[in-house]
């Protein structure tokens, strides 16, 4: 966090975090202010994610509960507000349980290094106008790249565990991941292409302002903004082992994958892993596609910014458990194909489109209106013609009655 | 309607050696069945399921029964001279005289094709400690596969043929029969490598030797 | 006492049985030809999440691929046939519930109906009424639990379940006041059934199978377009209709398969030669039309029940002539079978005589429908092996007995 | 020379080496996704923050998994112990002294050539359209041989991992139910 002078000009919502935290490091001599401000930056991620992640967990349960007919957790405190602490300590006091045979050292390692791993990513996010950890020229490659090791910790858990269940999980993980790592990325460029830049905070900022006066310029709005965030949110379903593609984990077949031999605060440190990679994920989505911190309406921002953030967030949050509660599982070679034939050809027509996109930007009046049915194009023929060589075959039946 | 005299017709006409004789069921069911031999089951039941006529495609249900040794009392009459000039007297003495019992296997043929229904055929093995096998009927009807392995299992007849003849209810290293009429349950089904009293009175009858961990004499 | 030592009891000390293939040798199985590949062998069960039970499969994998599934069962076992043969035959009764104990409405009638073909009794015809209507709940109960147990081996995290399980209480509900028991409900009797179902209890019935009807419509909504259900279920698992009849599969599996067979129709039993319904049949033979099958199945037992329902005349429910307790049939046997909502669940009685059956065998659907699992898994994934268990619709208290 | 250089150039040749020693083939391959990582940390130590952020997300993420799965997939026993060096024979010295002598022989010239001096102040940022405009113009032939190189590459692997024909299809996926039991036709 750059130690930059608060702007006056702005509401006091705005820059109170920045006063709070100026406030905090007037305590501390000079010479300890760059090293005083990483550790708040830290601590402050740490626990508000950690936090979220408490909750979250338990407004998956509400919500699956809910769209399931039933009430959810609701016995521990008001309405189950302290499940998740509940939750935790019935976690820590878990005997941890390791296999025999296991490999010790990678079977320990794997949960923390998976968590460490999902967290690091959060560092780049810019939450709000003036709250980003740090400010990178490469933040969306350093993203990514810290992101890129998260399976092979689930391999580590997989393999480490010597269930064969588990090791089952971890050739999955693998599968999966060269699968979607690819899709993930190249929805990513277009983003990179039209902004000129793989700075998170210039992206935001790109974005900022109103077309006509209503119509943000988020890049979800464009067509292949749309296309585009389509693609990254499918990817980083599979990307975080969520429902429809979570596969490494797929309980009604491999019990519980690569989670099979954890016990205990190992466990939940897989859930907490798991939470976090997805809040990870659905931030860097609402920073690339949905404006990051920026209000859908002028006279919205009244709000400060890092409210919007926090909305844009839940709401991609709150899409990801509804998504788990409606979709069955893929099957490992259908979740290839999908990953192969569909994700990565739209993704890279995707990346032409862009920059058709970002050649045209001087069209202007009804050369703008080409510019829009060209893109729009652009993506539905394709959508239309891939997705019908994925189901082929496939489709609803009529029966017949047997002659009595 | 095929009646059962009807079916043996047929098949006595299409294999003259075979022993086929029917079995009467005394019970309003009225549910004849056929007794055949062993020597020539396999061809009878394939006789059954592919010629048009018969067409019983579908072998619904088998089971064995155990027939135990029957101890019957004959009343035997003899002739003995009487006394001296008389006519000869007759006596009557009862004569015991077992009769084996065997192990029976049951087999309901329906024909899905005509909707015709069921033929129960019946095989029977020689005795029930020697002579236990009878031809597998799963080369004809896979449904047989399982049910002939449970019968095997719980009555011990051997089917020859079956392609995967294992025990299927009760675990491999089982040695007994338990649906035989003399089968005698035995009493340390509960044993469990726990001190408790009588639990491990009966277990160290049985297992000399305490061998399991946590089991200790201390009582 | 006994002697106790097992080995040591008659019929094994006459003759022990040394098979040749005891136990499962992974070395047996053949290596899958075109090389490559270790092979992973798993025990899937008895304690897993998709087996449905304590049921075990032992797979052999060529990475995700099936190359050897063999069913191992007996984990449930208790030798219900050998209780048969210790009570008297009302004192099966109950024992029946244990069955397949989603449907002990149905267990009960198939041992009613055997008894009563034995013993020679008939049965009003307001009990045959009520039978039908019991037999086509429970027909919507199993059918309703099988396809939430399919979708959540699909994968679907919960949701049809909850779906199915709120309907299966209501039905649930019914039985209990009918009855006074949940699931083993021990209903019926020799010759008709044990209480007059009031009007009240009529009238919920008919309440219920007016809104089944829309609850089909949105379960189907959910889930029978759903391409992911699609793309996991169409295509896996063929049976073919000539080895499903020749494995004595029966039940919608068969249907499913295409073959017409429904005992229903083929034997007529009760009054339902009497009642309007169709038996739906599936071209495929997969996974997809196993579920099909049984939705539609469904939709014709709601109209069996309206039909049932308006057509309940009144009189007893319980030939008075019948002697349910210390019934002794003369010596014989008999064979009874009904369409179970798994299949063909028959009993096999041989009388002596006496008050107790001499031999009493249970015909179990879902056993006999295993006969076919390695068939119809080998060459699928691990996955695809854990639907098509789901779709053959097995109970372990059925299978084991 | 820094103290974070010397970490990170431990961290490389530590795991580097260990990777090399190790019996287990997994744990290797974990080692030398280390080594990648302290090489990534190396690049961003010298300021190539474009570089060092690619090489973490192409060789970790990536080829870290072809790795992963090219053990697991070709390894037939899961326990069975290495041999490394079964005997170190004359010839295997003289191999080893040679192949010591011409990385030697390249890299020292090298190093010689360009000493590794400290720089005074933050390297050049390249931006990442420069980084483009320099692949796209003077570097355009490295990339294109890079490409080809890489698809023929490609073509192999598939040719090589193509599924098994129909003739040599194993004998359980013959269309129907393999198993030679009972009746089986297909409906007719």
């Known amino acids: 966090m750059t130690t930059t002078s608060v702007p006056s000009s702005e509401s006091w919502l705005e820059v109170a975090p920045l006063q709070a935290r100026d406030a905090l490091l007037g305590l501390l001599p000079e010479s300890l202010h760059w090293i005083a401000s990483s550790v708040l930056a830290i601590a402050v991620l740490v626990g508000a994610f950690g936090l979220m992640f408490a909750y979250l967990t338990l407004a998956e349960r509400k919500l699956l509960g809910r769209i399931q007919n039933r009430p959810g957790p609701n016995r521990t405190g008001w309405a189950g507000l302290l499940q998740p602490f509940a939750d935790a300590v019935k976690a820590l006091t878990k005997e941890d349980i390791v296999p025999r045979d296991a490999d010790k050292v990678l079977h320990a390692l794997a949960p923390v290094s998976l968590v460490a791993l999902s967290l690091i990513g959060l560092a780049v996010i810019p939450f709000g106008r003036h709250l980003v950890a740090i400010e990178l020229d490469a933040a969306v490659l350093y993203f990514f790249a810290a992101g890129a090791a998260t399976e092979l910790s689930i391999f580590m858990a997989g393999w480490a565990s010597r269930n064969k269940y588990s090791l089952l999980a971890a050739m999955r993980a693998l599968a999966q991941l060269i699968s979607y790592e690819v899709p993930l990325l190249l929805s990513v460029v277009p983003v990179v292409l039209v902004a000129g830049t793989l700075s998170t905070t210039a992206i935001v900022a790109a974005q900022g302002g109103w077309a006509a006066g209503f119509w943000p310029h988020w890049h979800v709005l464009t067509p292949w903004g749309f296309s585009a965030f389509c693609l990254f949110m499918i990817a980083a379903l599979a990307e975080s082992n969520r429902s429809p593609f979570d596969l490494p984990e797929a309980e009604s077949e491999l019990i519980a994958g690569h989670l099979t031999e954890y016990s205990g605060f190992k466990y939940a440190l897989f859930f907490m892993a798991e939470y976090f990679g997805m809040a990870a994920l659905s931030a860097m989505a609402v920073t690339l596609f949905l404006g990051g911190w920026q209000a859908p309406l002028g006279w919205l921002e009244v709000l400060p910014s890092y409210v919007w953030f926090a909305a844009k967030l839940l709401a991609l949050l709150a899409g990801f458990i509804w998504i788990r509660a409606t979709f069955p599982r893929l099957r490992i070679d259908q979740l290839t194909r999908l990953a192969w034939k569909f994700l990565v050809p739209m993704a890279l027509l995707n990346l032409a489109n862009a920059a058709f996109w970002s050649l045209t930007a001087g069209w202007s009046g009804p050369l703008q209106a080409v510019r829009w049915a060209v893109s729009l194009a652009a993506v539905v023929v394709p959508f239309l013609l891939l997705s019908r060589s994925l189901f082929s075959g496939l489709g609803p039946r009529v029966y017949r009655y047997a002659p009595s | 309607m095929d009646t059962v005299e009807h079916v043996r017709e047929r098949l006595l006409a299409r294999f003259p050696g075979a022993e086929v004789t029917v079995v009467p069921n005394g019970s309003p069911a009225g549910q004849h069945s056929l007794l055949i031999s062993a020597a020539h089951a396999l061809e009878i039941a394939r006789y059954l399921r592919d010629e048009p006529g018969l067409a019983y495609d579908q072998c619904s249900n088998v089971t064995g029964i155990d027939w135990r040794d029957r101890e019957v009392i004959d009343i035997v009459k003899d002739s003995q001279p009487g006394a001296p000039g008389g006519p000869p007297v007759v006596v009557e003495r009862k004569v015991k005289r077992i009769e084996p019992g065997y192990l029976e296997v049951v087999y309901h043929l329906y024909s899905l094709a005509r909707r015709e229904g069921p033929v129960v055929l019946r095989l029977r093995t020689g005795n029930r400690s020697t002579a236990v096998s009878v031809p597998s009927l799963t080369p004809v009807w896979r449904s047989c596969e399982f049910q002939e392995r449970e019968v095997f299992d719980l009555f011990g007849v051997v089917f020859t043929g079956h392609p995967d003849l294992r025990r299927i209810l009760m675990w491999d290293g089982y040695q007994d029969h338990p649906m035989r009429k003399d089968y005698v349950e035995p009493d340390d089904y509960e044993w469990e490598p726990t001190p408790h009293g009588d639990v491990l009175t009966k277990a160290k009858r049985h297992y000399p030797a305490p061998t399991a961990p946590g089991m200790t004499n201390d009582e | ?401 | 020379m820094s103290l974070a250089f010397l970490a990170l150039a431990l961290v490389c040749v530590v795991t580097a080496s260990a990777a090399m020693i190790s019996r287990n083939l997994i744990h290797s391959a974990l080692l030398l996704v280390l080594t990648w990582i302290g090489l990534a940390g190396l690049y961003l130590w010298a300021g190539a923050d474009f570089v060092g952020f690619s090489q973490a997300i192409v060789y970790v993420g990536g080829v870290s998994m072809v790795v992963l799965f090219a053990v697991l997939l070709t390894r037939r026993q899961r326990d069975e112990p290495l041999v490394l060096i079964p005997e170190a024979g004359v010839g295997r010295v003289v191999a080893g002294l040679a192949a010591t002598f011409w990385v030697a022989a390249l890299l020292v010239p090298a190093m010689v050539v360009a000493p590794l001096v400290q720089r005074a102040g933050p390297g050049p940022t390249l931006t990442v359209k420069r980084i483009g405009e320099l692949l796209a113009g003077p570097h355009l032939v490295a990339v294109l041989v890079v490409g080809v190189i890489l698809t023929v590459s490609l073509i192999g692997a598939l040719y090589l991992a193509a599924p098994v024909t129909a003739e040599d299809q194993p004998e359980w996926d013959n269309g129907g139910t393999g198993r030679d039991r009972g009746n089986q036709e297909e409906p007719s």
């Open chain 3, 1 to 401: 006492m006994f002697d106790a030592n097992p080995a040591a009891s008659p019929s094994a000390r006459v003759r022990k049985v040394e098979p040749s293939s005891f136990g499962f040798q992974p070395s047996s199985v053949p290596p899958p030809a075109g090389g490559g590949g270790d092979l992973l062998e798993i025990s899937l069960g008895p304690h897993h999440p998709s087996t449905h039970g304590v049921f075990r499969m032992n797979v052999v994998l060529d990475g995700e691929t099936v190359v050897r599934l063999k069913p191992v069962f007996g984990y449930l076992h208790r030798n219900h046939e050998k209780l048969g043969e210790g009570t008297s035959y009302l004192g099966s009764m109950p024992y029946t519930d244990r069955l397949d104990y989603l449907n002990s409405m149905t267990n009960n009638w198939a041992y009613a109906i055997a008894v009563e073909k034995l013993a020679g009794l008939t049965v009003p015809e307001r009990a045959e009424y009520v039978r039908v209507i019991l037999a086509e709940l429970t027909r919507l109960l199993n059918h309703t639990c099988l396809a939430g147990f399919l979708m959540q081996d699909c994968g679907c995290s919960g949701t049809p379940l909850m779906y199915a399980f709120r309907e299966r209480e209501r039905i649930l509900d019914l039985f209990e006041s009918l009855s006074g028991s949940r699931m083993m409900c021990n209903y019926q009797r020799f010759g008709g059934c044990r209480v007059d179902p009031t009007p009240a209890w009529l009238a919920a019935v008919a309440q219920l199978v007016d809104r089944y009807g829309p609850f089909l419509d949105e379960f189907e909504e959910l889930l029978t377009g759903n391409e992911i259900i699609m793309a996991r279920t169409q295509g896996v698992g063929r049976l073919p209709a000539a080895l499903a009849v020749n494995a004595g599969v029966t039940g919608p599996m068969l249907r499913a398969s295409g073959v017409g067979h429904d005992l229903r129709k083929v034997d007529g039993y009760g009054v339902y030669p009497r009642l309007n319904f169709r038996v739906p049949v599936g071209d495929h033979g997969d996974v997809y039309d196993r579920y099909m099958v049984r939705v539609l199945e469904m939709r014709e037992s709601i109209s069996l029940l309206r039909q049932a329902l308006a057509a309940l005349p009144g009189g007893p429910v319980l030939d008075p002539k019948a002697k349910q307790r210390g019934l002794r049939p003369k010596a014989g046997e008999a064979y009874g079978r009904i369409e179970g909502p798994k299949g063909e669940i028959g009993f096999y009685l041989v009388s002596d005589g006496t008050a107790n059956p001499y031999r009493y065998r249970v015909r179990p659907p879902s056993f006999v429908n295993l006969t076919v699992l390695e068939d119809l898994c080998l060459g699928h994934t691990v996955a695809d092996a854990v639907i098509i268990l789901g779709s053959i619709d097995i109970v372990l208290g059925e299978v084991d007995r």
